[in-house]
């Protein structure tokens, strides 16, 4: 079965400092992993996906197969950084989501 | 960008009663849509999956009997609880996508939610 755990439900940086948000994952094949972000009022969006190893809004996230991890990261914080992080799992091949139990970020100006 | 509505947005029901909550993609056909559940401050747990014209397929402990879904075209599907109690008030969301292109996960399009309160 699979699980996606983000140990930490609040996590506080200030301005300018850097953010990392964890994320561990289990599952018994090859999985596909994704950050979602949920800002204030809004509905939840994609943030970035590993299959593209892409930086979006200065995130980044590596694939670590090894410590089955997939932890955000940006260097410099900024206040518009502060939402809701989720992130999710998906099956190879199939295309529904499994997802964390959130991390909820806030960035101190 | 592919947008996905849902009405209501709010609901207020007595116990008992039924309800049904519409999820819409708006500018895409949606081949594949999802509905989760998300109780305060708790993760988004996928309740069932339904492709267009298909039965939906329930993830374990979701009864489907309480949770009837309906895909009839690649625009709507509707999620109706059945008999409602103050035990099934949460936030409702759906999602949607274009379905799956070689093997690799399609992006999926998250309504803004639907809020349920059984009385």
């Known amino acids: 079965a699979q699980r996606v755990t983000q140990p930490e439900k609040l996590l506080s940086v200030f301005k300018g400092a850097p953010v990392e948000l964890k994320c561990n994952y289990s599952?018994?094949?090859?999985?596909?992993l994704f950050w979602y972000v949920q800002y204030s009022r809004q509905r939840l969006q994609l943030l970035l996906r590993?299959?593209s190893r892409e930086s979006i809004k200065g995130f980044t996230a590596d694939l670590n197969k090894g410590e089955t991890s997939f932890h955000l990261k940006k260097p410099f914080a900024q206040e518009e950084d502060s939402a809701m992080y989720y992130c999710?799992?998906?099956?190879?091949?199939?295309?529904?989501?499994?997802f964390g139990t959130g991390t909820r970020l806030t960035v101190i100006p | 960008g592919a947008v996905v509505s849902q009405h209501p947005s709010r609901v207020i029901c007595k116990s008992g009663t039924s309800v049904k909550i519409e999820c819409r993609s708006l500018?895409?056909?949606?081949?594949?849509m999802f509905w989760y559940r998300q109780f305060p401050k708790q993760s988004l747990m996928l309740m069932a999956t339904?492709?267009?014209?298909?039965?939906?397929?329930?993830e374990q402990g979701v009864e489907k009997d309480k949770f009837l879904i309906n895909h009839a075209s690649l625009t709507l599907s509707t999620l109706t609880v059945t008999s409602a109690h103050p035990e099934d008030s949460s936030f409702y969301i759906c999602?949607?996508?274009?379905?799956?292109?070689?093997?690799?996960?399609?992006?999926?399009?998250f309504g803004p939610g639907t809020r349920l309160t059984v009385l």
């Open positions: 999602s949607a996508t274009g379905g799956t292109s070689g093997g690799l996960y399609n992006e999926q399009f």
């Open positions: 599952y018994s094949g090859s999985p596909e």
């Open positions: 999710a799992l998906s099956g190879t091949g199939a295309n529904n989501l499994f």
């Open positions: 590993h299959i």
């Open positions: 500018d895409f056909q949606a081949t594949t």
């Open positions: 339904s492709n267009e014209g298909s039965k939906a397929t329930y």
